[in-house]
């Protein structure tokens, strides 16, 4: 079932659009010293080719600010500075290049700084993210609405929304990120309702990597299942590389986004009678790598546990490959392809095939090897025989 999205203002992070129809953008934060330009610029190109889209680094003082002379040419994503406390190095940013702005309105002072920034953002032409998070919330608005969170974080966003189009500058995201996922989902809905911008979506201080990713999926995946929401940053205590692999899948799981091959594989159960995690790595090790090659042809990969489920899924396969018992089958749609005896064979098969597959050669008869097609034609043993449904 296909989501009908928000329809949001269109803007532009470099050369990244956000909002409007534009795919929805995944970003992540280096958690690095901004000021080591070498391990920046390492950390950018490692994120960028797992998927990184847009990619927002800390500017905590002139020292980092200078440094991003050299980071953004280096960088082949575009680069967000995320300003807090001192608006100066905002305008510093934007001098020294960078795409787009990230202000947290709750720490960055009196109107006037936010307006001095503004005035540097249509100089420049850049974006500004208006960042609202649960934990710095402006005194003012706190006070107005005490115990109050959602509201707090919605008329936080709102008042420095209308600050912005005081100055005649629409040119904004807005994210108004809260710790409990229940609390950003209902701030994010009633804010997605109240103006026409588009929302980045973040679950702030989500946790480590188990709990983190859940969390973000659970307020992540609801908001987007309702149209909500233009870009993502799913904030772990973690790898980045996790953050945008979580954002990818998510976005993969809503069919809102087809970069990158999917890989389903079953969770194995007493049936199993072969190394399925350490199968199932291996497969993902290459279709992370062919992706990279071939990115414009993301494929649907199965790796199954035995011959109960294996061939069922499989058929809905683009390849899959499925074992048990000594023996290994690759698959090619409803075609079972090949059967070899040992893992490391069947993988330098499946391999080879996969390639094919990326490179659109759906072909069988290119697929099979004479020797296989004899083994193939071979009737299953009765305990390669499906007995019984069992549910993966
Ligand atoms: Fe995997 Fe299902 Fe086979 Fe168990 S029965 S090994 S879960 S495919």
Redesign the pocket.
Known sequence: MAIKRRESKKIRVGSVEIGGNAPIAVQSMLVNDTRDVKTSIHQINRLADAGCEIIRLAVPDKEAADALTQIIPASPIPVISDIHFDYRLALQAADNGVHGLRINPGNIGRAEFTRAVVAKAKERDLPIRIGVNSGSVEKTVKEKYPDDLVTQLVESAKLNVRLLEAEDFDQMKISVKASDPMDAIAAYRKLASEVPYPLHLGVTEAGTLKRGIIKSSVALGILLSEGIGDTIRISLTADSIEEVFAGHEILKSLGLRKTGSDIVS???????EID?HGLTGKVEGMVAKYDRIYGKSPLHVAV???????PG?CERADIGIAGGKGKFFVFKGEEKIARIETEAEALTFFEAELIKSYQGDTSLKNALHAKDIEEIEKPLDSDELIMEP???
Request: with cysteine; hydrophobic share 30%; charged share 10%.
């Open positions: 079953c969770p194995a159960c007493g049936r199993c399925l199954m546990g035995c011959f109960v489920n294996g899924e069992v549910s993966g």
